[in-house]
């Protein structure tokens, strides 16, 4: 594992305002989640700014960074330093030589900035979106249903920030059993996958499973997922029609929670 350093104290991930009710007319207090600015910086090169929960920054660091294929394993990063700044977080990398070439070939020496609804900010061009993605395996996979079911219904126990906010999106690693191994949270669904991905990269879990979102299956899940070699995606929303077209390429299986509470298999060939 990469040296870490951090400096400056770690930001709030959500913080209290008062409202009024139109219904019984009395004052009181909601949570509301932080977005907060990430910036990502490979030996000096700024590449891009992202809004994101300000928690699991080492998981998110790492998770992004094989994401983007800055590094293709922990090992490709040589220490990182995390910065909390007034403004937001500054996440410094060393990366290894090699992988400083291949990141200054590809032209990407720019500032990207993504909100927290967009997974997409570091394409260079449209053209990336309708490039193939490789097979995660020969073919798809089929999980029980008890599976699918037990793991919806413990996802929220382990969404500390959405209990309280009720605004957070989560990305969780489940067992074939349904057993949910660890999950991770932000306001940008595409970044708590990438929270969840660096944290199983450090933790060295197996891909023998599926992903659990919490919100709907959009391209950009689909597309880290294949990269991840992530198999199956069970999404508590609808998918849409462009994640169903990559991951019959990538051969991940979706599966979604319908209007009742249950869960369907969604038919990638469209």
Known sequence: MFPITVIGNPHDCDTKISVHSLDTDKNGL?????????AFVYNRRNYAVMLATPADMTDFALGFSLSEKIVKNPEDIKALEVRHTDKGIELHFKITAKRLEAFDIRARRRNLIG????????LENADALFSSLSPVRSTPINIEKQALERAMQHIKKLQPINVRTKSVHGAAWVNMDGHIRMAR?????HNALDKLIGAMAIDGLEKSGFLLISSRCSFE???????????AILSLSGPTHLALQKAHQAHITIYARDKIGGVKRVNTNV
């Not at 909100?115 to 570091?122: E, Y």
């Open 221 to 231: 899940i689909v597309d880290k997922a294949a990269r991840a070699k992530i198999p």
């Open 185 to 189: 949270e932000d306001v940008g669904r």
């Open 30 to 38: 909601w949570y509301i989640p932080k977005e907060t600015p990430i």
């Open 115 to 122: 909100t927290a609804g967009c997974g997409i900010c570091g």
